[in-house]
């Protein structure tokens, strides 16, 4: 693997981290508000429909058995890659925050800037990027560089935020520490794990402009609904946007304002 290597750094993000509650948590009985929107979470979202799911399903239907899988903006332990290395013949991740090397013969992790990737040319049957192209100063010049690494007939698979989420439009209009803090009370995450953003992919349409020229053809763009996982400092919270989630961003008409962004590209053949 490391012959497809040379050297670079990439913007990310990363996925929820969705952790279980602590030992001692659970020995005391006291959950935190977090965990108890977790188990709202769990009863009211099955795990087939949560946007994360829903994109690696449908990853994996497009990857070969024996094919080479190329996640950008993977998170400093790859996490997600892990998870899914042993449906592919070999994987490679990349992230400018790569935390070490894992003992794992088919999986590579680079430090490496998604504008510059250090990776031959048609060396991978899929692409994914997750929870990242809000971070990308010059998505173009990223999706170029994602088609370079595509085989003919290969996939780009997307999961991104969506600008026109209302959370997302609030969130825009404060200063990066800010929302570091918010992001880190709010998703019970790090406030390291909130990254400067951009916001020049985050929409069905600026995505379609985007695959256009950079020679894409558009197989997939889908809105999706989540759980609100933006709301998890409080369960009285979680729970009243659980309940706009259901009854109004689930109606077609409403779709627009979903919080995830689903797309799926194929470089021509």
Request: glycine share 4%; aromatic share 10%; proline share 6%.
């Amino acid at each position: 693997m490391s012959e497809c290597l040379s050297s670079g750094r990439a913007p990310s993000e990363h996925a929820l981290d969705e952790r279980s509650s602590s030992d001692r948590e659970r020995k005391s009985g006291l959950l935190s508000a977090a965990d108890r929107c977790r188990a709202l979470r769990d009863r009211w979202y099955p795990k087939e429909v949560r946007p994360y799911q829903v994109y690696t399903a449908a990853v994996l239907r497009s990857l070969p058995a024996d094919g080479v899988l190329v996640d950008s903006g993977c998170g400093r332990e790859a996490r997600w890659l892990r998870n899914v290395a042993d449906s592919a013949g070999r994987a490679i991740g990349m992230d400018f925050e790569i935390a070490r090397q894992l003992e794992d013969p088919k999986l590579f992790l680079a430090r490496a800037d998604a504008h510059h990737p250090p990776l031959a040319d048609a060396c991978a049957d899929v692409v994914s990027t997750m929870n990242t192209v809000e971070h990308f100063e010059n998505p173009v010049v990223v999706f170029r560089e994602f088609l370079r690494l595509l085989k003919p007939g290969g996939r780009l698979f997307v999961l991104t935020v969506n600008q026109s989420f209302l959370p997302i439009v609030a969130a825009r209009l404060l200063p990066h520490r800010l929302r570091q803090r918010i992001n880190a009370a709010a998703t019970d995450s790090k406030p390291e794990d909130t990254f400067p953003v951009f916001y020049r992919a985050n929409s069905v349409k600026a995505l379609a402009r985007i695959a256009r020229e950079t020679g894409f053809d558009a197989v997939r763009l889908d809105y999706l609904s989540n759980h609100p996982e933006y709301f998890m400092f409080s369960p009285l919270a979680y729970r009243c946007w659980a309940l706009v989630e259901r009854a109004i961003l689930r109606r077609k008409l409403f779709q627009g304002g979903r919080h995830f962004i689903l797309a799926e590209f194929r470089k021509p053949a």
